[in-house]
């Protein structure tokens, strides 16, 4: 009897066997469709086996094993099973997160193929293979002279029947060779870490490419990538944005000229995506882009990885399996004995921390690459003597007017979407709060809403208070849409343009607005964060940050890394070009530690500090945590069910600090309460054995209406 043993995607933290009698060693890696329950499922097989501890009577068959796509090799599901162990979820649910949405549905994929080429196994079959199997013979002779293309190789079911076997797979279209297309000469600190990054191209190695902005790190990861390519290699490329692709893929396809290279994020529509997919994972592909998801894409040529802003909190993903995308896309690196680097101007204090180390080694581009462009000037204005009038310095207001007197380009930055965050009534105090998230509706005021910017709950702006009936509802505070009027109103005729994710949410949209900001059809540019992470605007020479204050007091350990970390990026936006750059910080608290290295653009000091002052206080990266969490519509239920789980905790407790019970910082999010019991040690390998322990006591639990989930190495709290 032939066994399956099939990763599904239900939260059970095992392998389900289906009895398969068609299933041989060549089908471990190959979607299956099983029964489970009344449903169909798509799994992976991940093991043929004789036995089973499943009863005949209970013992279910398989449906079809699809044959569709190359299976998936030992190495991708190595990759897997270390996130389902190292992140204590199950194979199944990792294995399905990792694939494309198209590959989880239990039919066959419709997609062309570019050609056929033989396997080994095919080419050993060849010469064995009986007089009788006229057609197949027929058909592998054919391929034994080079890929052909499906519509050549006549019969189809004789095709279907050797793929079948594993003796014939699909491959990429030939094609001619690429060539790299070098447009800038590196500067020495450039050509020094592409020097270091090729010279380790076939062997492991991390390397932490700590560059200011405008130093050029891109053009490093260029380099390398080429190089990478010229052994016959793939490399991937992870950024944290999907709306940083579609410059990079344009930028890739230009110096990369006759290489392919697909991008991969979660914007793509099904069909698409798939495609991309595949093409990593037949290697027709030579440069996978992506997001986050993109670690996953499997890359049987790997020789490079790159994670582009490698500090951003994109990577981790925060729900379903909770990865960190930097950490695996190391980890990849490792097992493929390739290099990996991490870039960023403001590294996490983690990679800091390695490279301080010698985990990691350090590369710095300490210079702008650019002839002649510098750093700009910081400027910290303070508020308390220069008073902002409608959110807007005298200082500020000045340096805006001489860019359009001068016709180059302002960027105002406010991490604040909407109107104002919150309507207030000054009669009574009453404030707009959302009734199903401990947070405030913020005020739009472009469609007249109040809504929820954590679940989405939305409302009518109220005519009148609903506690005392006073009709002279105010915003308070101020969001970018309220600034937008503000400046509309400073500076009219000024041509002006709001970056948030409102105005950006249309497909398209940010492409078009980032095409107006570089044409210069801009004059004023008012956005979040995501104007501040990695675009390149020549024509930008001032940056005004506006009311960065409120995120001086933030609640999680993290939160000055964070600050630094934004406002060190939205300033490098700064004079990129030729002309210089100027930076204008309205605060209130000039003289605060993080300002003034913020103005001596000076991150290793800063970094030293959070570092001092993180091992002072037992926090990451000097401790290993992960979070138990429960949510319930109800509070008592979360709690109640967190001390369970901490009385069914394993009791070899050695090197583990387990804390009680306490709800999360945003305790209620879309009527759900959240709570959660912290777990940490100095050691990260007793935390896993302690973990890998605890999640089967947990699966054991009877949770009722609670949901609970682990979370390693969270990031909120
Ligand atoms: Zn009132
Ligand atoms: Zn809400």
Known sequence: MKIARVALDVPLPKLFDYACPEAGERDVGRRVVVPF?????????????????????????AGPILDDMPSLSRDWLALARFAAEYYQRPLGEV????????????????????AYALTEAGRAALPTLPSRARAQRALLERLASGPTSPASLGSPAALRAVIRAGWVGAVPAPRAPFRFVAEHALIAAQAAAVAAITAALDRYQAFLLAGVTGSGKTEVYLHCVAQALARGRQ?????????????????????FSGARIVTLTSALAANERAEAWLAAHTGGADVVLGTRLAVFAPLPKLGLVVVDEEHDASFKQQEGVRYSAR????YRAHAASVPAVLGSATPSLESWAHARSGR??????????????????????DTRTDRAIDGLSEALAVAIRSRLDRGEQSLVFLNRRGYAPVLVCGACGWTGGCPRCTAHLVLHTADRRLRCHHCGHETAIPRHCPTCGNVALAPFGRGTQRLEETLAARFPGARLLRIDSDSTRAKGRWDAMRGAIVAGEAEILLGTQILAK????????????????AALVAVDYRGPERLFAQLHQVAGRAGRAQAPGEVLVQTRYPEHPL????????????????????????????????????????????????????AAAPL????????????????????????????????????????????????GLRSGKVRWHLDVDPIEF
């Open 652 to 699: 070899s407790q050695d090197g583990i600090a387990l804390f009680d019970p306490v709800p999360m910082s945003l305790a209620r999010v879309a009527g759900r309460e959240r709570a959660q019991v912290l777990a940490q040690s100095r050691s990260r390998r007793a935390l896993q054995g302690f973990l890998g322990e605890w999640v089967q006591a947990l699966y």
């Open 534 to 549: 990695g675009h390149d605007f020549p024509r930008v020479t001032l940056v005004g940050v506006i009311n960065a204050d």
């Open 235 to 255: 490399a991937l490329l992870l950024v944290p944005e999907i709306n940083l692709t579609p410059h990079l893929a344009e930028t890739l396809a230009r110096r």
């Open 595 to 646: 300002y003034q290295a913020l103005a001596r653009h000076a991150f290793a000091p800063f970094a030293e500090s959070q570092l001092a002052e993180r091992r002072a206080a037992g926090f990451p990266p000097f401790v290993h945590e992960a979070v138990l969490r429960a949510e319930s519509e109800d509070m008592r239920h979360a709690i109640a069910f967190l001390q369970r789980a901490l």
């Open 37 to 61: 329950g009344n449903r169909s499922l798509v799994g992976i097989i991940v093991a043929v086996s004789a036995e089973t501890d499943v009863p005949a009577e209970k013992l279910r068959a």
């Open 360 to 381: 990691y080694r350090l590369l710095e581009l300490p210079e702008r690459a650019r002839p002649g462009s510098r750093l700009p000037a910081v400027r910290l204005v």
């Open 95 to 114: 294995v399905h997160a990792a694939l494309p949405p198209r590959l989880r549905r239990p039919q066959p994929l419709r997609l062309a193929t570019a």
């Open 327 to 330: 950490d695996l896309a190391v």
